[in-house]
């Protein structure tokens, strides 16, 4: 749907060999200059984004499901808001009603109490 929508989606999970996430980070780091090129997506698993990652040059961050552990939300939302960002950071963070992943986040409230 992203690319039908005129995105440019780079992405990568756990199989994503070493050589290819690091050609996806850099083509998402890299500015297109004066060209008018299309808004780049980068898709990520939540395991895959919570580690070893910098990407300074996202603005948003899209959490599509709680993770159980939530200390790994804010790592994999970190990767974004690190030292050489200048810009403001918007992170949001979906779940369905009445689902497990209300209940989770449920908990996670209850951990920050």
């Known amino acids: 749907m992203l690319k039908k929508a005129g995105f440019a989606v780079l992405e990568f999970t756990g199989s994503t060999t070493i050589p290819k996430r690091h050609a996806a980070i ?5 500015s ?7 808004a780049k997506v980068f898709v990520i698993t939540m395991k895959t984004g919570s580690v070893g990652i910098t990407l ?21 939302a970190g990767r974004i808001h690190r030292l050489g960002q200048t810009k403001d950071v918007f992170v949001a963070r979906y779940c369905f009603r009445a689902s497990i992943e209300e209940a989770v ?4 409230e209850k951990i920050k109490s």
Do not use: I, K, N, W
């Open 26 to 30: 850099r083509d998402f780091q890299s």
């Open 32 to 38: 297109q200059g004066g060209r008018q090129a299309a």
């Open 56 to 76: 300074t040059a996202a603005t948003r961050v899209y959490l599509m499901e709680p993770c159980l552990d939530p200390a790994m939300e804010v790592q994999a």
């Open 105 to 108: 986040v449920q908990l996670h």
